[in-house]
């Protein structure tokens, strides 16, 4: 195989398609779509998401000290990417999206319905990185999708169809199938002018 040299950068595939789910001071909810995340420890069970140190989500979780880990489905790619190309300062995400929430069991920030996958979390470290910050956050709970529970207590892969997003092509794919354009596609949601 011919290899090209890109020089330091972020294209690494896939990502996973995630959406934070937080809140602020006043208890308003905030979704930003984040695929900057990933497992880090097992035990014991923590996730890490990087987030930009100015947006609404980080503000929420500094000042909260929790979030939810959504997954995306496939079947969510124009609503997870309008959820990253907007800000929670200047738009209501869920609202425009039409994605709902419910109440999470331990944390305050609610879990995403149509996720057939989410992570309570409560954060317990937080890594400067340049403009971003690495969240450590410690997995206290895990929902997931009835219909993915099998009779044998195993999971049924099809249900959750998770949404990959490939970092450098801006470009989002299910499992073979590419389900959208990154930083493009979302912006159908909103209103024409």
């Known amino acids: 195989m011919n290899k ?32 900057w995340a990933g497992l880090v420890s097992k035990t014991p069970p923590s996730i890490g998401i990087s987030l930009h140190h100015k947006r609404k989500s980080y503000e929420n979780i500094r000042h909260s000290g929790e979030f939810v880990v959504n997954m995306v489905p496939a079947t969510l790619a124009v609503e997870a990417d ?27 920030a609610p879990l995403l319905n149509e996720s057939p996958l989410n992570l309570e979390c409560r954060l317990t470290l937080e890594v400067p990185l340049g403009d971003y910050r690495l969240l450590i956050a410690e997995i206290l709970e895990v929902h997931i999708d009835a219909a993915a529970q099998r009779q044998d207590g195993g999971l049924d892969a099809t249900v959750f169809n998770p949404l990959v997003y490939l970092g450098g092509l801006r470009e989002y794919w299910s499992l073979g199938e590419k389900k959208g354009q990154a930083y493009k596609d979302g912006l159908a949601l909103e209103p024409q002018k």
């Not at 690494?12 to 937080?22: A, K």
């Open 82 to 108: 309008y959820c990253g190309v907007r800000s929670g300062y200047d738009v209501d995400k869920l609202a425009i999206s039409g994605l709902t929430t419910g109440s999470a069991d331990i944390v305050f």
């Open 4 to 35: 090209v040299r890109l020089g330091p950068c972020i294209t690494f595939f896939p990502q996973p398609t995630t959406l934070i789910s937080s809140v602020d001071a006043t208890g308003a909810v905030n979704i930003m779509t984040a695929s």
